[in-house]
């Protein structure tokens, strides 16, 4: 995907010219991992989708009780694809007595939009922040901050690469499972890229939450609705918006560029030809303008 993608860096003579094809890839590889941490680093959270269990107190800022009883939880990563369950425990109880609470007694405020094969399938800075927990579990009756509450969650966007060829299959292998159930993707393969729905997930590890909701994460394998193309391993399954690869493009080109990689320079974004670090100064500011909308703040 960087390798296509319209930035004109010279990935050929990265990591320098005349290197072997294995000293390319390694070298490329490496840069997109940088890409994608100072990615996840700009946003102040990973938007691949993981599983994640916070502790908050309240009633307070983050955790409030509304007239109904309806407790509002604000989590510190978005968007939140499901509500997997929780525990409570009185804050001043030591040590702490928890009370499971079933993912049937919690719900999202907003449901993922462009995640799961709605009309809105893409849509920048879509879904849900924060956490409902039904009537019982938290309240005002111990006064503020009377309560202490985990909970886990599934968030983030479904990101993995396939881990084998496919041959026109229903299923297929990949990296990392996480969220892709009932999901719709695109497999990105050039002119063979498509969209596919997956129905079910299946992985050698899961995290079990309390109350008993079991998630599935890790490497495993999708079932998709319909048969598939043929794809080779490490051809890229996501459901992440499409400006947060191409911002990790943009940030990826910036760093062959620092590196003064054969004094290359390339065309800036309007058209001219830039130097070095004046593109490099372009290329971050455009790849953090797009990654603006997904930027984490509490």
Known sequence: MLINAPTGAPWEIIPFPGASGPQQTAEQTNICWRATAEVDGWCNQPLRATVDMETMQGPDYRMTVDSSGVARCITSRWPVLAALGGEMSFRATF??????????????????????GSSGFGLSGAGGSAILIAPGYVSWAGGRNNATVKLWYLNG?????????????TTIQVDDVTGFSGASAFIYDGAATEQVSVVSVTADQSVTVPGGTVQPTGPG?????AA???HTAGVVVS???????????????AQVLQSGASAVTIQNLPGSIQTNGSAVTELRDAAHKLLTPYRRVI
């Not at 040590?95 to 799961?116: C, F, H, K, L, T």
């Open 95 to 116: 040590p702490r007595q928890w009370n499971p609470i079933p993912a049937s007694m919690m719900d999202i405020e907003q449901a993922p939009i462009g995640v799961y």
């Open 228 to 230: 598939c193309q043929a």
């Open 157 to 169: 966007w479904p990101h993995a690469g396939l881990t084998e060829d496919t041959t026109g299959a």
């Open 221 to 225: 394998t999708l079932t998709l609705a």
């Open 239 to 253: 459901a992440l918006p499409m400006d947060i690869p191409w911002a990790a493009c943009l940030l990826a080109t």
